[in-house]
């Protein structure tokens, strides 16, 4: 059983056009994203040859990261005609990430090191 509560979730989007041409234009999206409740960080990811793109988060809680799929930035990515099919799945992270320098642990592990 997980020890930690922070989640992680993973969207991708099949795209009916280049997926680079449709980032060029996500700066906007991109600082909308930024202000989501509880988003740790993101990672944006594309795989042009597959016509796939998406991102890898980490939320604070389940619930915001549910919340966020739930929530108008997906809906409206739903909804593009650039878009073929959004898919999505989350995982709990476990307390182990500390061990292997996942990015949420490195500030409990600095001020480890501190004190």
Do not use: C, N
């Amino acid at each position: 059983m997980s020890t930690s509560t922070t989640t992680i979730l993973h969207v991708r989007a099949t795209t009916r056009t280049s997926p680079g041409a449709f980032l060029a234009g996500a700066a906007g999206p991109a600082q909308a994203i930024a202000a989501v409740p509880g988003l740790i960080w993101k990672v944006w990811i594309l795989d042009e040859a597959a016509s796939e793109l998406g991102g890898v988060y980490l939320f604070a809680s389940r619930a915001q990261a549910q919340a966020y799929v739930d929530g108008p930035i997906v809906e409206h990515l739903r909804h593009d005609p650039r878009v073929a099919r959004v898919e999505h799945r989350m995982w709990d992270t476990h307390a182990l990430s500390a061990l292997t320098r996942a990015p949420e642990a490195v500030p409990a592990a600095a001020e480890k090191e501190v004190a």
